[in-house]
């Protein structure tokens, strides 16, 4: 194990200096009230992987609303009080959000188990836990500040690249837990034991009584944080994807598309000076395969948000447009495609495998820089009438600029001139003709 001193060098090193010193004075007020306190969770888990994190959680064995009146009494900022929960959020004056949980009551009460009762608390903390990796203290008291406590062996797992359940039931409990574990294994390159995948398999059937909402938040958690495929194949090795009725086919259709997504997706990325969207869900792969056979079904079975709709209908028209991706002048697909979004048409592009993609990726990047060099009311300014027309005018001038016939505003007026000419000559020309 890793000593004391180790550990809170470790901690000096890994955390900001604010961080490191508020988790200091956070053990100093506590020493004072007598309050036994840890830093829990994620971030000591993140702390001895030498990862990021800066979600601090704090237990305190006692009164953890007590505690953080203290810290505001010492340090400033605010509290906010979750009387029945015995929790409180301390916001510090440095703009930090620390959540401070007091341990649980009932063992709080048994006196006979005092010299014990400090671990013992905690322990029961720790054992609700999901996975031996999460279920690790860090003391942060004065007088033992940095010390490790590690009941289920997780520093052990975190160097064996091991999830690993505390107990039989661990999944059964909550099978949103086998969303997890494949979720950390994605971020960490870690795999769960062997009984630990047994159990998950044995309890996978539990998961078709999560929450429609729960299972929508987890999978998108998931798929943005591996390899979609890698994810899809994993979800479909642990038998989640057969519960919804899935069939290996359609995963392996999910899994090329995924992949030639994420290749996409990239491909763009690297041409584009800065990006700000967030990596393409992979999401829809798995739901696409239900929506187009059962859109009822799979809006009610994964609480489908109006944006999942949204993308899900887009995806399924454009699907049925054809030749779209024959077009090869960005002004073209632009009148083909102006009312779709990024997302969808890399998507259908993946999904569809289409070659000679380039076309609508350069597309894609003049599109996202195109500005608005005339309005309606340019329009109205150069005499024209209001009405359903200004749209189609202005979606030919904005094919005209991407095709780099337009690069300015005078341009784009002179292009109305004539644009009008032409049509006032055509119905001209249409009266000849129906004389
Ligand atoms: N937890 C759990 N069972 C769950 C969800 C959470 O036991 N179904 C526990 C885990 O021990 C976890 C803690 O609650 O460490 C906090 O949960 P969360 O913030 O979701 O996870 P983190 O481990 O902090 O992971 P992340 O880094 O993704 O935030």
């Keep these: 194990g890793l000593s004391t001193e180790k550990l809170m060098e470790k901690m000096e090193q890994q955390l900001p200096e604010d961080v490191y010193r508020l ?79 007091s341990s649980r ?24 836990r999901d996975f031996t990796i999460n279920a690790m203290a860090i003391r942060l008291n004065e007088e033992a500040f940095g010390e490790l406590i590690d009941p289920f062996g997780g520093q052990l ?15 059964i409990e909550d099978p949103t837990r086998i969303f997890r574990a494949i979720r950390f294994e994605e971020r960490f390159g870690f795999r769960m034991d062997e009984q630990t995948e047994k159990f998950a398999l044995e309890s996978i059937d539990k998961v078709v009584h999560v929450s429609p909402q729960r299972i929508n938040e987890e999978m998108k958690r998931l798929f943005k944080e591996g390899k979609p495929e890698k994810v899809l194949r994993r979800l479909f090795q642990l038998q989640v994807f057969q519960q919804f009725g899935i069939q290996e086919a359609q995963m392996e259709a999910a899994c090329t598309s995924a992949t030639t997504l994420v290749k996409l997706y990239w491909e763009q990325a690297q041409t584009e000076s800065a990006i700000d969207e967030e990596q393409p869900s992979a999401f829809e792969y798995f739901l696409l395969p239900f929506y187009g056979d059962d859109k009822l079904f799979a809006s009610a079975k994964f ?9 899900l209908e887009e995806i399924t028209e454009l699907q049925t447009e054809t030749n779209w991706s024959e077009a090869t002048q960005p002004g073209d697909i632009h009148l083909r495609l102006h009312t779709y979004s990024d997302e969808a048409i890399l998507f259908v592009l993946a999904a569809e495998q289409i070659p000679g993609h380039d076309s609508v990726i350069a597309y894609l990047h003049l599109r996202r820089s195109l500005s608005k060099l005339l309005t309606g009311a340019d329009l109205m300014t150069a005499g024209m009438k209001p009405g359903p027309h200004f749209s189609a005018i202005l ?33 001209t020309a249409d009266e000849i003709d129906t004389r």
């Excluded at 188990?113 to 322990?123: F, H, I, N």
């Design 303 to 311: 609480a489908l948000t109006k944006k999942d709709l949204n993308l």
């Design 157 to 171: 797992d975190l160097v064996n690249k091991n999830i690993r359940i505390l107990h039989n039931i661990s999944f």
């Design 395 to 427: 979606l030919n001038m904005e094919a005209c600029q991407l095709n780099g016939d337009i690069t300015s505003k005078d341009d784009a007026l002179q292009w109305l001139s004539n644009y009008e000419e032409n049509r006032i000559r055509e119905v």
């Design 23 to 101: 988790l200091k004075e956070i053990g100093e007020t506590a020493s004072e009230l007598e309050t036994p306190v840890f830093l829990i969770g994620g971030i000591v888990r993140d702390i001895l992987l030498d990862r990021p994190n800066e979600d601090i959680d704090i237990v305190a064995e006692g009164d953890g609303i007590r505690l953080a009146r203290g810290l505001k009494d010492a340090y400033g900022g605010e509290v906010v009080e979750h009387e029945s929960f015995g929790t409180a959020t301390w916001l510090t004056t440095s703009g930090l959000s620390i959540d401070v949980v």
């Design 105 to 128: 009551l009932e063992y709080y009460e048994k006196p006979a188990a005092l010299p014990e009762v400090e671990t013992s608390v905690l322990g029961d903390d720790l054992q609700r």
